[in-house]
């Protein structure tokens, strides 16, 4: 599924993560059991994952998608 500039992908999809990714937990995912993704970047796209849940489908956004996201949740 693909919309504007926003991929998400199952486990082993056609759009496969690089290997050797370095997968970060995000500061707002805090230290309480439950919401909590992490993140891991290349010079074209962001991943997003459930840290709970590596194995699971993934969200990758193209660096233009990932700022738009983040300005629009900062202004919420």
């Known amino acids: 599924m693909r919309q504007r500039g926003v ?5 082993n999809s056609a759009q496969e993560e690089p290997a050797g990714l370095r997968w970060v937990k995000s ?3 805090g230290n309480e059991q ?3 993704v992490e993140l ?3 010079g074209e796209v962001v991943f997003v994952r459930d840290s709970k849940v590596r194995d ?3 969200l ?3 660096w233009s998608a990932w ?5 629009s ?3 919420r």
């Open 7 to 11: 991929h998400v992908a199952q486990r």
């Open 27 to 29: 500061s707002a995912s």
């Open 34 to 36: 439950g919401a909590c």
């Open 40 to 42: 891991a970047t290349t």
């Open 56 to 58: 699971g489908g993934r």
């Open 60 to 62: 990758t956004f193209e």
């Open 67 to 71: 700022a738009s996201f983040i300005a």
């Open 73 to 75: 949740s900062k202004a």
